[in-house]
């Protein structure tokens, strides 16, 4: 599948939930974690070239630093094909 799923706040019980699920239904899923590194997914063979890539942002700082800018927010989920 083309669809490319953008899961913030991923290493939470439902974004691990949700990413599992995607994964298994067989999307690309770009995850959205604090620490990338010690994302579950990563120890429990998830990782299948091309679909599951992470990316580290704490997203409290993030909101407060971007959410005002359209351009920055537009730019962040055109990365998706679904937030």
Do not use: W
């Amino acid at each position: 599948m083309n669809l490319n799923i953008v899961i913030f706040g991923a290493s939470g019980p439902t974004g691990l939930a949700l990413t599992r699920q995607a994964l298994a239904r067989g999307y690309r899923v770009t995850a959205i974690t604090r620490r990338p590194a010690a994302f579950e997914l990563n120890h429990e063979g998830y990782i299948i070239p091309g679909r599951l890539k992470t990316a580290r942002q704490d997203l409290a700082n993030f909101m407060l630093n971007n959410i005002a800018d359209e351009q920055f927010v537009r730019k962040a989920v055109a990365i998706g094909s679904a937030v």
